[in-house]
């Protein structure tokens, strides 16, 4: 079945550093979107990706959609303690009706 | 921006009881709401698509019989775990796609069996 495959599972990075998490598919992608839950709390949605190749900046988030649109990047530069939580990707293959299948989620620690 | 709001956030119940879950759009219609379920430090696993006026869609492996869901308006879903067990305790948490691209999730029901 369609499955959303997230690395790593977890990261943990000294404040400052640059982190990354990276989600791939097996099979083409309608759209991928970003989640982030910080501990305790519920997933607020960041951003979706729709086009091949998109590229999206926020602040210090950069989100890239692969050319095949199988995969997608989150890319947090010189992270802050504020960053930490649980980034998930997830994946929507049927269109605007479609249901999102999200993948495992990367927990981000930051050591200030 | 969209807000979802969902009730309660923490409940204990003892085995064998029914617990219902409220989940509402507050300030945008929502046909269809999502119920999802996360189990500790794992992922959301979707459990069943709320639709408006019909009924819903479980996934597989989600029994329905336990997962009550109704949708009886344009802005309420509900769950109700029926007869529930210690296996049930889980974070529950429901999501309806707002007017813009992203889906807003409520904030989540703590569900402790004892």
């Known amino acids: 079945g369609q499955q959303v495959m997230q690395i790593p599972q977890y990261q943990h990075v000294q404040e400052g550093e640059d982190f990354t998490t990276y989600c791939n598919s097996s099979t083409t992608l309608s759209n991928i979107q970003w989640y982030k839950q910080r501990p305790g709390g519920h997933p607020v949605f960041l951003i979706q990706?729709?086009?091949?190749?998109e590229v999206k900046k926020q602040k210090r988030l950069t989100f890239q959609f692969g050319e095949a649109k199988k995969n997608s990047s989150l890319h947090i530069t010189a992270t802050q303690t504020t960053d930490v939580g649980t980034y998930f990707c997830?994946?929507?293959?049927?269109?605007?009706?479609?249901?999102?299948?999200f993948g495992k989620g990367t927990k981000l620690s930051v050591k200030p | 921006g969209a807000v979802v709001s969902q009730h309660p956030s923490r409940v204990i119940c003892k085995s064998g009881t029914s617990v219902k879950i409220e989940c509402r759009s507050l300030?945008?219609?929502?046909?269809?709401m999502f119920w999802y379920r996360q189990f500790p430090k794992q992922s959301l696993m979707l459990m069943a698509t709320s639709n408006e006026g019909s009924k819903a869609t479980y996934e597989q492996g989600v029994e329905k019989d336990k997962f009550l869901i109704n949708h009886a308006s344009l802005t309420l879903s509900t769950l109700t775990v029926t007869s529930a067990h210690p296996e049930d305790s889980s974070f529950y948490i429901c999501?309806?796609?707002?007017?813009?691209?992203?889906?807003?999730f409520g904030s989540g029901t703590r569900l402790t069996v004892v």
């Open positions: 990706l729709v086009k091949s190749g």
């Open positions: 300030d945008f219609q929502a046909t269809t």
């Open positions: 999501s309806a796609r707002d007017q813009g691209y992203g889906y807003t």
């Open positions: 997830a994946g929507n293959y049927g269109g605007s009706q479609g249901n999102l299948i």
